[in-house]
């Protein structure tokens, strides 16, 4: 943002919004009157939330700025470090293609019962429930691991790329966390190929 007539402004307030926003209309400052460059915030629950800031000179408030979003998080996940292998493992079997979702599931206990004493957790975890487990496994000063059998779960990755920066998927893998597939070509449904 500029500064209004090549002067610094007075002062810059701050949005929150757990929804995208582009006006300020019916919105409430989170604060006002901010006179430095760096804000920290610890919103009120976990989930993702939008910020925006405004500049105040001279009593006129300037539009919004770019909006930008951020994911909270404060229960992470924190593996045992006596373990053999000290990560955490969600296994996704919702959405299959060349096995049936029967099999992908038999297949997934198969490999709990084989590994769980290695790991720290290793379970199922449905699309609904993958986010807040992708939430809690990141910035955990740990690799974890996503384990499909066939599809890549929309809850965390919507078809059709219709986010291409930012997802859950993009934030997990940024983190240094690992996704495995199996049985299926990852991408291949839900018109996904060619994303």
């Not at 997990?172 to 966390?177: E, I, K, Q, R, V």
Request: charged fraction near 20%.
């Amino acid at each position: 943002m500029s500064c209004p007539l090549a002067q610094t402004p007075d002062s810059y307030n701050i949005y929150r919004s757990a929804q995208p926003f582009s006006s300020k209309l019916g919105l409430t400052p989170l604060r006002t009157g901010i006179k430095g460059l760096s804000y920290s915030d610890l919103p009120p629950t976990d989930g993702k939330y939008y910020y925006a800031v405004t500049a105040v000179f001279g009593g006129t408030e300037s539009p919004f700025s770019e909006t930008i979003s951020t994911i909270s998080n404060r229960n992470k996940s924190r593996a045992d470090v006596t373990k053999e292998i000290p990560v955490d493992i969600a296994i996704y079997t919702d959405s299959t293609g060349w096995i049936s979702e029967a099999e992908a599931r038999r297949q997934a206990e198969l490999l709990i019962q084989k590994v769980r004493e290695k790991v720290n957790r290793i379970e199922i975890i449905g699309a609904d429930a993958l986010p807040d487990w992708v939430l809690s496994h990141i910035k955990n000063e740990q690799p974890d691991i996503i384990l499909t059998f066939g599809d890549f779960p929309d809850s965390i990755y919507p078809s059709g790329n219709q986010q291409p920066d930012g997802s859950l998927a993009e934030i997990f893998l940024d983190d240094g966390n690992i996704f495995l597939n199996t049985a299926d070509y990852i991408f291949y449904g839900k018109g996904r190929n060619g994303c």
